[in-house]
């Protein structure tokens, strides 16, 4: 966002709850809003019928990318969830429509190199069905 008034809102609505969690986001450049917008109707039937969301799993792999890129560019990323959403609305006018999903934070890392993830070991979060590993 470049309004600094807009930005200032949104920063307000990423410090949500009884923690007042994320207060870094008043110090970064730049505050990424993520919208659900409306399907066409085979895809909201087809989510219906199978009981999927797939808006939802095309904005995990679009912010995903997002952040990969981000990162190729030495910048860096965080995704907030908890965040007031009634917050992000006052700030910013979207369609009644348009549900705000997450908020990126993005900028340079303080001390140049973006923060290296803990991730845990492929054995603890996958198992193999069937004969042979892939």
């Not at 109707?41 to 990318?65: A, E, H, K």
């Amino acid at each position: 966002m470049v309004d600094d008034v807009i930005k200032r809102k949104l920063a307000k609505a990423a410090r949500f709850g009884p923690l007042h969690a994320n207060p870094f986001v008043s110090e970064v450049p730049v505050i990424v809003i993520v919208n659900e917008t409306p399907g066409h109707r085979p895809t909201r039937w087809g989510g219906r019928l199978l009981g999927r969301n797939f808006p939802l799993m095309d904005i995990g792999m679009s912010v995903m990318q997002f952040c990969l890129q981000a990162a190729q560019e030495g910048l860096g990323t965080c995704i907030i969830g908890l965040f007031s959403a009634r917050e992000v609305r006052r700030a910013v006018d979207f369609p009644r429509s348009h549900r705000t999903r997450l908020l990126l934070a993005l900028g340079k890392p303080e001390d140049g190199a973006p923060f290296e993830k803990k991730r845990k070991a492929k054995d603890q979060m996958s198992r193999y069905i069937g004969r042979k590993e892939v």
